[in-house]
Structures are given as structure tokens and as C-alpha cells.
Nanobody
């Protein structure tokens, strides 16, 4: 069974940066396309970004406007989300997700919000 564990969340001031990590265990990370989502209180879970199994393709929600960057290190079984210029509206629980689809970039299911696996989430709070 694949397990995803997020870390790196916490409290930040507006304008600061945070880097989230998602470490995968149980199978090699290279078997999965990966993605990040977030869910703010009272809102639906929102797709943020996805990356193909070897990092050759990346996708972002338009709302991020270039502030966030997804990356992966398959040797470390870890995916990252670099978040810059944080805003109070970025406050949410952030989740990573994995999907084993091998066709195309493998990110379709993630971008539809239907990955095979989810992490438990890490809280990010941005104060003004």
C-alpha cells in the first residue's frame, strides 16, 4: 500500500515563502504522477498543481499566477510545492496526491481530482 506524508506546513506572514514536501513510501515514486490540492474551511478541495512521473510535464491552476512551483526528486521519493508570495487566502489544508496512470503524462486523474491515493494533509496558515 502506498502512503503519502506531507510536511512543511505551518504559520507564515503574507509575502513569505513555504516549501511543502510529500514523501511517498510503499512503492517507488517514479510509478506515480503527483499533485497538490488544498482545502480551505467551508470550501471544496481545490486542484493546485500536477507533475508527471519523471517531471517532464507540469500543470498549475490558473489562480496561482506563477507563485507556486511543483517539483519532484524520485531518488528521495519526495515531491515538493514551493509557495512564494503567500497571501492570507492561501490559508488551507494542503494535500498531496498520487496516481498510477501510465498513459500520456499520467496526470489526468489528478487534474480531475480523482487520484489513486491521498495524503493526510498539512495545515498552512498565512497571516496578514
Amino acid at each position: 500500500q502506498v502512503q503519502l506524508v506531507e510536511s512543511g506546513g505551518g504559520l507564515a506572514q503574507a509575502g513569505e515563502s513555504l516549501r511543502l514536501s510529500c514523501t511517498v513510501s510503499g512503492r517507488a515514486l517514479s510509478n506515480y504522477a503527483m499533485g497538490w490540492f488544498r482545502q480551505a474551511p467551508g470550501k471544496e478541495r481545490e486542484f493546485l498543481s500536477a507533475i508527471s512521473r519523471f517531471g517532464t510535464a507540469t500543470y498549475y491552476a490558473d489562480s496561482l499566477k506563477g507563485r507556486f512551483t511543483i517539483s519532484r526528486d524520485n531518488a528521495k521519493n519526495t515531491v515538493y510545492l514551493q509557495m512564494n508570495s503567500l497571501k492570507p487566502e492561501d490559508t488551507a489544508v494542503y494535500f498531496c496526491a498520487a496516481d498510477g496512470t501510465v498513459s500520456g503524462t499520467g496526470t489526468g486523474a489528478i487534474r480531475r481530482g480523482e487520484p489513486d491515493f491521498w495524503g493526510q494533509g498539512t495545515q498552512v496558515t498565512v497571516s496578514s
